[in-house]
C-alpha cells in the first residue's frame, strides 16, 4: 500500500518560513518524480515545485528563488523549504508522486501565512 504522508504545515506570519516534508512508503522511492502542489479556497491545484529521480528541479515562477525542493531516496522523503512566505502562498500543499502513469497523492497539509 503506497502511502505519501505530508508534515510540516502551519501559520507564519509574512516573510516568515516553514519546511514540508513528504514521507513516502509502499513504493520505490528513488524512480519517482516527485512534486509539491497546492490548492487555495476557490482555486485549482497547481504545481509548486517538481524533483526529478536525477534531483532536476522545476519551479512555479511565483515561488522561484523563494522555495526550494530537495529529495533524500536513503530517507524515501521530499522536501519543500519555502521562505519569504507571502498570503498568497496560503493554501493545502499535496505530496505527489509520479511515474508517467502511475500516480499518488498525500492527504495534504494546510500552509496558512497571515499576520
Not at 14 to 42: E, H, K, V
Not at 63 to 88: C, G, H, W
Request: aromatic fraction near 10%.
Amino acid at each position: 500500500q503506497v502511502q505519501l504522508v505530508e508534515s510540516g504545515g502551519g501559520l507564519v506570519q509574512p516573510g516568515g518560513s516553514l519546511r514540508l516534508s513528504c514521507a513516502a512508503s509502499g513504493l520505490t522511492f528513488n524512480i519517482y518524480a516527485m512534486g509539491w502542489y497546492r490548492q487555495a479556497p476557490g482555486k485549482q491545484r497547481e504545481l509548486v515545485a517538481g524533483i526529478t529521480p536525477g534531483g532536476s528541479t522545476n519551479y512555479a515562477d511565483s515561488v522561484k528563488d523563494r522555495f526550494t525542493i530537495s529529495r533524500d531516496n536513503a530517507k524515501n522523503t521530499v522536501y519543500l523549504q519555502m521562505n519569504s512566505l507571502k498570503p498568497e502562498d496560503t493554501a493545502v500543499y499535496y505530496c505527489h508522486a509520479d511515474l508517467r502513469v502511475i500516480h499518488y497523492w498525500g492527504q495534504g497539509t494546510q500552509v496558512t501565512v497571515s499576520s
